[in-house]
Every structure is written in structure tokens, then in C-alpha cells.
């Protein structure tokens, strides 16, 4: 493992109640024969972060006996319910004193950004100064790179379900965007109806 590899650990969302699919958490969807938060790690390895840490929220003693999640850390948030800005609090504290610099961010319900757009991603790493954005035709969506520089800041203004929306507005002339309409689909599974992206 390089120097390089072992500074941008994957940091996955999973803690999500899947209150529009009637309370069903999102992390223990079925895709491919495995529970979806199976998939994601998978998906933030083959993309080359070593080490991924996974917050858990809604039925997470549920996922831990479901999910085959050897060797990732897994970090609960008590406070799920406030929204994935909490989770992503939890899981920038959870990489504080790792030795990470940044944090490749994935959510557990986008299963159509596949690890060649993590790789993208995770390639525009340089420092803990870094931040990395995929686009979609040119929007802004996940995968984002964290650089550790910014996580004070991301934790202070990450509420709700906003996530690190609003710093990364406020630093959007600091991001480079990485085009990946051509590699992956950022639909989330969110309702019923997106249940048929599931395989």
C-alpha cells in the first residue's frame, strides 16, 4: 500500500431509515444477491481506499449481523435520525487521529456510482487542503474527497440532510469537479418506485 493509498480512507453513509420505503433501512437492501451497505464498501475498495469506515443509524445491530462488513470500522450515530448531516459529523470524528487526510464520501443508496467514479474522485486527491466533487452533466453530486483541512468547518455547518452542501458552497471556486455522467448514475434509491434499480 502506498503513502498515498493509506491518506484517503473511504467514509460511507449508511445510516439512513428509509422512512419513504416504509422504514426500511437503506443499508440492508438487496442488490446482487448482498445487503446494499455490502456493495458500497465494496465499491470504495475497489476504488482504493484501504480503510472505510461505515456509520450506522437505523436497525444497526441488524446490519451488523447481515452485512459481511470485515474489516471496516463501524461507527454508530445515536442521532440518525436528525439527517445525514449528523452521520457525516459522526464519520469525520471517527477518521480525527487515523492518520487519514481526507475522506472519499459515499452514500449507501447510489448503487449506480460504481468504483471508476470513486476512482476519479479519490484521483483528485493532492492534500488535506483537497476537495473533490463528481459532476453530472456538469451538476455537483457523490462521490465527494473531504481533504482532513476541511473538516472542522464541513462538521460546523453539516445539518440536517444537507450533508457538507452548504461549505461546499461557500469553498466552490477550491473544488475540482470531475466529470462522471459517462462512467456512473447518481440516482439515489429513495422511494418504491426507484426499487427497480435494484438488481
Known sequence: MTENEDQVAGLLLAAGGGRRLGGRPKALLEHRGHPLVEHAVAVLRAAGCARVHVVLGARAAD?????????????????????M?????????????TGARAALVSLVDQPGIGAEAMARVRAGYRDESSLVSATYAGVRGHPVLLGAAHWPGIAATATGDRGARAYLREHADRITLVECADVAQPY???????LVHLE
Open 63 to 83: 446490519v451488523r449481523a447481515r452485512a459481511a462488513l470485515d474489516g471496516c470500522v463501524l461507527v454508530d450515530n445515536p442521532a440518525w435520525e436528525e439527517g
Open 85 to 97: 448531516g449528523s452521520s457525516l459529523r459522526t464519520g469525520l470524528g471517527s477518521l480525527a487521529g
Open 188 to 194: 439515489d434509491i429513495d422511494t418504491e418506485a426507484d
